[in-house]
């Protein structure tokens, strides 16, 4: 009769031990169901702000300023890689073909746009230099911008073959703005990057 209690007890307690184990498995069923309802949710979230940025994506280019004409100029020249297609466009539209280069990350045409004095690197250089040292920086001065109230070449500074180019942007009480030197490169005003990658070179 000892033995068959000794049993019973054992039996209780596997009994009430499978029990804990459902509760258990009970529980994290319903942990996983709810963590699975909150991924879907930040998924579906994530989706939304995804579309909205493309929407706005689609909405803004550097390109929007430009004349139909210049546009023109610019596709052929990006078909072509012949930057004498550009030889119309002012310093001030050369910077929003610059930036706008910069956002679709087309480093070719960003080689094309850089003022070459003789010192410029080679392309497969430039390109490293380019990605190592100042893709971030042109990357974060053309997405800081990418809403500016103006862009204007600097009067009374403008010289034969140089000019300055100001950009100004505003949000609410903060304003910024940003000046770039150009060059003229056998009738093509050029960005002078060279000494940006020297510099940002010294400071890595």
Same mark, same amino acid.
């Given at each position: 009769?000892?033995? !068959?209690?000794v049993?019973?007890?054992? #039996?209780s307690?596997?009994?009430?031990?499978?029990?804990?184990?459902?509760t /258990?498995?009970?529980?994290?069923?319903?942990?996983?169901?709810?963590?699975?309802?909150?991924i879907?949710?930040?998924?579906?979230?994530l989706?939304?702000?995804?579309?909205?940025? =493309?929407?706005?994506?689609?909405?803004?280019?550097?390109?929007?300023?430009?004349s $139909?004409?210049?546009?023109?100029?610019?596709?052929?020249? %990006?078909?072509?890689? &012949? =930057?004498?297609?550009?030889?119309?466009?002012?310093?001030?539209?050369?910077?929003?073909?610059?930036?706008?280069?910069? !956002?679709? =990350?087309?480093?070719?045409? *960003?080689?094309? #746009?850089?003022?070459?004095?003789? +010192?410029?690197?080679?392309?497969?250089?430039?390109?490293?230099?380019?990605?190592d040292?100042?893709?971030?920086?042109?990357?974060? +001065?053309?997405?800081?911008?990418?809403?500016?109230? &103006?862009?204007? /070449?600097?009067e009374?500074?403008?010289?034969?073959?140089?000019?300055? %180019?100001?950009?100004?942007?505003?949000?609410?009480?903060?304003?910024q !703005?940003?000046?770039?030197?150009?060059?003229? $490169?056998?009738? /093509?005003?050029?960005?002078?990057?060279?000494?940006?990658?020297?510099? *940002?070179?010294?400071?890595?």
């Amino acid at each position: 009769m000892k033995h !068959v209690y000794v049993l019973f007890g054992f #039996l209780s307690l596997l009994i009430a031990g499978c029990n804990g184990n459902e509760t /258990v498995i009970e529980e994290q069923e319903k942990e996983i169901k709810q963590l699975h309802e909150h991924i879907t949710e930040i998924e579906a979230d994530l989706q939304e702000q995804e579309q909205i940025i =493309d929407n706005h994506s689609e909405d803004f280019s550097y390109l929007n300023d430009l004349s $139909d004409q210049d546009k023109e100029a610019y596709e052929l020249f %990006v078909e072509e890689k &012949d =930057d004498r297609h550009l030889s119309g466009l002012s310093p001030d539209k050369m910077m929003l073909v610059y930036y706008h280069s910069v !956002v679709q =990350d087309d480093i070719e045409a *960003l080689y094309s #746009l850089a003022y070459n004095d003789g +010192t410029l690197p080679d392309f497969k250089v430039f390109k490293q230099q380019y990605e190592d040292h100042l893709h971030k920086k042109e990357l974060k +001065t053309a997405l800081s911008f990418r809403d500016y109230d &103006d862009i204007r /070449v600097r009067e009374g500074q403008t010289k034969e073959n140089e000019a300055h %180019v100001e950009m100004h942007v505003s949000y609410g009480g903060y304003s910024q !703005v940003i000046v770039a030197s150009f060059s003229n $490169d056998n009738g /093509v005003w050029k960005k002078d990057v060279l000494h940006l990658l020297e510099s *940002l070179e010294e400071q890595a």
